[in-house]
């Protein structure tokens, strides 16, 4: 027993000299713009196409500018399984979403990158 709490003791001594202080990340006061690349309206509300549209929201609720840069073609028609790859709903106003990626045309991406360097 005199074993265990001298046992007990060194831990706690050692415990103290150890800094256990959890960092907080602290975020600069300055305020970004942010630009998200991937789905988002007028493509369907899957699960990417919501959290990209929800991640937006977070950013601008923390004082960020936020654009989505989305898909204006995701994949050919073809392999799409179901009926179509983009929603009839409207799109969120609160949103600064721009559809230009045309994910199966490599000139485009070279446009997209520089419209967003700029």
């Given at each position: 027993?005199?074993?265990?709490?001298?046992?007990?003791?060194?831990?706690?001594?050692?415990?103290?000299?150890?800094?256990?202080?959890?960092?907080?990340?602290?975020?600069?006061?300055?305020h970004?713009?942010?630009?998200i690349?991937?789905?988002?309206h007028p493509?369907?509300?899957?699960?990417?196409?919501?959290?990209?549209?929800?991640?937006?929201?977070?950013?601008?609720?923390?004082?960020?500018?936020?654009?989505?840069?989305?898909?204006?073609?995701?994949?050919?028609?073809?392999?799409?399984?179901?009926?179509?790859?983009?929603?009839?709903?409207?799109?969120?106003?609160?949103?600064?979403?721009?559809?230009?990626?045309?994910?199966?045309?490599?000139?485009?991406?070279?446009?997209?990158?520089?419209?967003?360097?700029?």
């Amino acid at each position: 027993m005199a074993d265990r709490l001298n046992v007990n003791s060194q831990l706690q001594t050692k415990l103290q000299t150890i800094n256990h202080k959890p960092q907080i990340l602290k975020l600069s006061s300055q305020h970004k713009n942010i630009v998200i690349l991937g789905s988002a309206h007028p493509l369907r509300g899957g699960g990417i196409a919501t959290f990209n549209e929800r991640l937006a929201r977070e950013f601008m609720r923390l004082g960020n500018k936020v654009s989505i840069y989305s898909f204006s073609l995701q994949y050919p028609g073809f392999l799409f399984p179901g009926t179509s790859q983009y929603t009839n709903e409207p799109a969120p106003s609160d949103l600064d979403i721009h559809t230009r990626v045309n994910s199966v045309n490599p000139l485009n991406w070279i446009v997209v990158g520089n419209e967003l360097k700029i």
